[in-house]
């Protein structure tokens, strides 16, 4: 009898529940699923999304509609190239990331064009922090030192 009410207690709870977890599991309506054949994610938790990257670069430079929807333009090329070039089974992985170099660089000498001298002043700080970050995360770490002697 015992088991019995312990049972209906597990099943009672697991009734109550399930309509949260499902909730909880199910995107919500404001959220966007990713369609099929996605690029993976990138950053903090969003899309390499070109309109995103292009909003991103026009409220830090000030871009005009003009040159938004041309870094817009140029930043979907881009993202295709990269999908051809990773998808690239042919090549080397040094080969294919060379090549996504080459593209990324083509891209920002296209963008730093679009610029008026004001922004191309702010683009030339943002790509040297960038290229500062990527510097910094891919270092060897430092090497081990010698355990320090306390000689008194």
Do not use: C
């Amino acid at each position: 009898m015992l088991k019995n009410w312990i049972l209906t207690l597990t099943l009672a709870g697991l009734a109550y529940a399930a309509p949260a977890v499902i909730a909880q599991d199910a995107p919500s309506s404001d959220q966007q699923t990713a369609p099929a054949g996605a690029p993976p994610e990138h950053g903090r938790g969003g899309r390499f999304d070109p309109d995103r990257r292009a909003d991103m670069l026009t409220k830090k430079l000030n871009l005009s509609a003009d040159q938004k929807t041309k870094v817009a333009d140029i930043f979907k090329s881009e993202q295709e190239q990269m999908q051809k070039i990773h998808a690239d089974a042919s090549a080397s992985q040094q080969d294919r990331r060379a090549k996504m170099m080459d593209t990324h660089k083509a891209s920002d000498d296209q963008i730093r064009a679009l610029l008026n001298p004001d922004q191309q002043k702010k683009w030339d700080e943002m790509q040297a922090q960038r290229d500062q970050w990527v510097k910094g995360r891919h270092q060897p770490p430092p090497t081990a030192a010698a355990p320090a002697t306390d000689q008194k």
